[in-house]
């Protein structure tokens, strides 16, 4: 098997993103892999849109300005510059899997928590881009059992 070229890592811009990039510098340096990162904005509107009639414009440009900050001083401290990162609005699994198409990467890397019980049952990020992927995706075990 020929190595990876292009490598997505997908960072909720928790501490764990450090931990999950780590991973995937491991498998990038073998490989010699294009290393690129992605952060995806909810819109609240997802959240709240049909029960709160309410603009939620104003404080939506502010939760996009401040995630534009903090990954970009994430990118920064890990040596990732501005061509290799980006900031999109939307489900992270959908957005997560669209900029994959994009670039074409042939590797996802995403967090996941190993969940028991109800949070199982109600799914995760990891468990979403799995589902339907058309590329290799790493699952990086995070949380509290490292
Ligand atoms: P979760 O299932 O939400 O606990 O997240 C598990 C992993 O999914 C994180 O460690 C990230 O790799 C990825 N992830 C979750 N939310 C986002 C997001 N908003 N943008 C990019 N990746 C995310």
């Given at each position: 098997m020929s190595n990876y070229a292009t490598i997505l890592v997908a960072v909720?811009?928790?501490?764990?993103?450090?931990?999950?990039?780590?991973?995937?510098?491991?498998?990038?340096?073998?490989?010699?892999?294009?290393?690129?990162?992605?952060?995806?904005?909810?819109?609240?509107?997802f959240a709240y849109g049909g029960d709160i009639p309410m603009d939620f414009s104003g404080i939506q440009d502010e939760?996009?300005?401040?995630?534009?900050?903090?990954?970009?001083r994430f990118a920064e401290n890990n040596g990732v510059d501005e061509a290799h990162r980006h900031?999109?609005?939307?489900?992270?699994?959908?957005?997560?899997?669209?900029?994959?198409?994009?670039?074409a990467a042939d590797l996802i890397v995403v967090g996941s928590h190993g969940r028991h019980g109800l949070a199982l049952l109600m799914g995760s990020t990891a468990n979403g881009v799995l589902h339907g992927a058309k590329r290799d995706v790493l699952a990086v075990r995070v949380g509290q059992e490292k």
């Open positions: 909720d811009l928790s501490e764990d993103s450090n931990r999950i990039l780590q991973r995937a510098r491991g498998v990038a340096s073998g490989a010699a892999a294009q290393l690129h990162i992605i952060h995806v904005i909810e819109p609240l509107s939760i996009y300005q401040q995630a534009t900050q903090q990954l970009k900031i999109v609005m939307g489900r992270p699994e959908v957005e997560i899997h669209a900029k994959a198409e994009e670039l």
